[in-house]
């Protein structure tokens, strides 16, 4: 962390943590940027060191959420919003199709490696489209109602994406293998 150690009430750190702390005084979009990019990173240590088989459990019944659908779904909405909604690039969605609505976390086809690959050149072009916006009030059309939306609250919703999952992310980690960590 930036400078003092973590209150004594804080879950350990995940073991090969090496995140940088989002800066405590800094420019919005420095801080939005960095913030977003801590909660990738997060959800990423979440997922460290699992079995395919233990990154597509399902392990908090009925839920069908895991580990492998949520990259899944990080993957597709890091394209919806920065590619698709925000930059207006003609490029299919991901796990998704009106037939078939939830494929990104019921249909775990494929390698949870492959998913976290696809997820991650996401998550580089959102980088991309997002240091080549002059500003946080540049806009995208929102498909659905042909409504601008800025950057700025692309930016706030995907961290506040990130940190819903993030939750999640706890709560299936710890049902797979116990592990804990911030």
């Known amino acids: 962390m930036n400078g003092s150690p973590a209150p004594k009430h804080y ?28 909660y990738r990173e997060t ?7 699992l079995s395919q088989e233990q990154l597509s459990a399902k392990a908090v ?27 207006g690039e003609d490029v299919p969605m991901l796990y998704y199709s009106d037939d078939d609505p939830d494929q990104d976390f019921e249909s775990l086809d494929g390698d949870a490696a ?12 959102s980088r991309q489209i997002t240091a080549a916006a002059a500003s946080l009030d540049d806009t995208g059309i929102r498909k659905s109602t042909g409504d601008p939306i800025s950057l700025r609250r692309i930016l706030v919703d995907m961290i506040a994406e990130y940190a819903r999952h993030n939750g999640h992310a706890d709560l299936l980690r710890e049902c797979i293998d116990g592990a804990t960590g911030r």
Do not use: M, N, Y
Request: aromatic share 14%.
């Open 11 to 38: 879950s350990p750190l995940w073991s090969g943590d090496t995140r940088r702390t989002p800066p405590f005084v800094g420019s919005e979009r420095e801080t939005l940027e960095a913030t977003l990019d801590w």
């Open 114 to 125: 492959e998913a976290f690959a696809v997820w991650r050149a996401e998550c580089e072009r």
């Open 43 to 49: 959800f990423e240590l979440k997922c460290a060191g």
């Open 61 to 87: 019944p009925p839920s069908t959420l895991s580990l492998h659908g949520l990259v899944r779904h990080l993957g597709g909405v890091e394209r919806w919003w920065f590619r698709i909604q925000f930059a």
